[in-house]
């Protein structure tokens, strides 16, 4: 029997235990909470630290970007310089204001500056519709150019129109009874080759040199208040939409006897007739004939080297002849020329979503147009306009209006011609490309069973295409002896 010595030995011994192993408990426990408490405390640093380091990547990224031209700015964040290029066929502008000296002298210098600032945001407000960049300004004096990053034949245009609207928003902006308050603006344009780039490693900003930068200068100075003095080379490009009158040559430093013109106003032909303050759809039809070929010759690139080469029949050659068959069936329909670069537009683009997948490349192609029509300053409306064309050309869309009927028609129009055979022989192959059928029975089985139920639209394809067709299926339910 145990003594109870031994006994309350024994309980001491356990219950002090038992404390040891509560107060372990109770600094694990304090311990864990600390910690919990310490990581949530960094865990929170941290996230704010991430937040500030985004925050002043974001102000960073802003400040870059209102300092330097979009096209520049990502280059510059990632490498911290900006590599110089060579641009032909751009068009700079010069705009100065004139009597700023006596105008200065006059106002108050926060009042001066407010109606400086509030003048050059209307400019770059204006430029921004167009496709023109701001190079910078020095003191009164505004430069931008059109035709960078992207040459396009349109440039001059834009830029002259973006000088009228320059002086539009000056007239607007005068007061009529305070000569104090009245801006003057001369303008000077020339289009040539410019070099852009940045120098220097401080106070970094993009800028544009050469002999057109020079000249378009000249221009300027050589031209009188409230005017637009073009070049030659300005006025070859613009000649067509606009009103201009001829100078004759002048001197100019550096150069000698220089060819000037003054605009006038946009050509009547190119204003709306019930509004001459609007530009009529013939212009619009110019202006985009414009865009379209600089257009054409980058989807045509695009096609030429990202199209897989199992693509026999959905290669360049079907898009350059839905391109063709859009315009010859839109002239003969009769639309107007708006109407039918649209179409053209439409019909360039149709296809070009099979560079991402040949399931459902026509919802690819309206990706696709949305994107590098908005590259081309296209308006929302008419890149919309563009997509629901392309849209028409899926299998199962009926056309309601005439131009989905024209784009529809154009697409399948060698259905109805002498070379179908060869044509659909380059489908068939490209179908067992992609393993979608292999036999040529199948093949000439799928062919009848599509020329019966096919439609064409416009009057020009069913007086034309329509019995050519008609024999086309006789000769294919021959050689199949089908019946559908």
């Not at 899926?394 to 179908?420: A, F, M, N, Q, T």
Request: hydrophobic share 40%.
């Amino acid at each position: 029997m145990d003594s109870p010595l031994f006994s309350d030995i024994s309980y001491v011994i356990i219950l002090n235990f038992l404390i040891l192993v509560l107060i372990i408990i109770i600094v694990w426990i304090l311990f864990r909470r600390q910690y919990k408490n310490k990581n949530k405390q960094l865990e929170e640093k941290y996230k704010q630290l991430n937040k500030n380091l985004l925050t002043n990547n974001y102000r960073v990224e802003n400040v870059v970007l209102n300092l330097l031209p979009r096209f520049t700015a990502g280059e510059f964040i990632k490498s911290g310089k900006i590599k110089s290029k060579r641009y032909q066929g751009a068009t700079v502008l010069f705009a100065d204001i004139q009597g700023f000296s006596e105008i200065a002298a006059q106002s108050e210098p926060e009042n001066l500056i407010k109606d400086l600032d509030k003048c050059f945001m209307a400019f770059d407000q204006i430029i921004e519709k167009y496709n023109i960049e701001k190079i910078k300004t020095v003191g009164d004096a505004y430069m931008c150019v059109g035709g960078i990053p992207t040459q396009n034949s349109a440039n001059a245009v834009e830029v002259v129109l973006a000088a009228m609207e320059f002086i539009d928003y000056l007239k607007s902006e005068n007061a009529p009874n305070n000569k104090e308050k009245k801006w003057n603006i001369r303008i000077g344009v020339h289009t040539g080759t410019v070099i852009g780039g940045s120098i220097g490693s401080k106070q970094i900003h993009y800028d544009i040199w050469g002999d057109t930068v020079n000249k378009a200068s000249r221009m300027e100075s050589a031209g009188e208040i409230g005017r637009i003095n073009i070049s030659e080379e300005t006025y070859k490009l613009v000649k067509n939409f606009f009103v201009v009158e001829a100078r004759g040559e002048l001197p100019i430093k550096y150069y000698g006897n220089v060819e000037m013109y003054f605009i006038k106003s946009v050509n009547p032909k190119m204003q709306a007739s019930d509004n001459r303050n609007l530009l009529s759809d013939y212009f619009y039809g110019q202006f985009y004939k414009l865009k379209f070929d600089d257009l054409q010759e980058e989807v045509y690139e695009m096609i030429e080297t990202k199209l897989s080469k199992k693509m026999l029949y959905h290669d360049l050659k079907h898009t350059q002849d839905v391109v063709a068959s859009c315009e010859f069936i839109g002239k003969k329909e009769k639309r107007s020329l708006n109407d039918i670069i649209l179409l053209k537009i439409a019909a360039l683009l149709h296809d070009i979503g099979f560079i991402v997948s040949y399931k459902d490349h026509e919802d690819h192609s309206q990706d696709i147009a949305r994107t590098i029509l908005k590259k081309y300053k296209f308006p929302t409306n008419y890149i919309e306009k563009v997509c629901r064309l392309i849209n028409c050309t899926k299998e199962v869309c009926v056309p309601k209006d005439d131009l989905s009927k024209i784009i529809k028609d154009s697409d399948l129009d060698y259905l109805g011609r002498h070379d179908y055979i060869p044509i659909s022989n380059k489908l068939y192959l490209e179908l067992r490309n992609f393993g979608i059928l292999q036999e040529m029975r199948q093949w000439r089985a799928m062919q009848v069973k599509f020329l019966s139920r096919h439609k064409y639209y416009t009057d020009y394809s069913i007086n034309n295409r329509e019995s050519i067709k008609q024999a086309h299926l006789i000769y294919l339910r021959s050689l199949s002896n089908l019946n559908f």
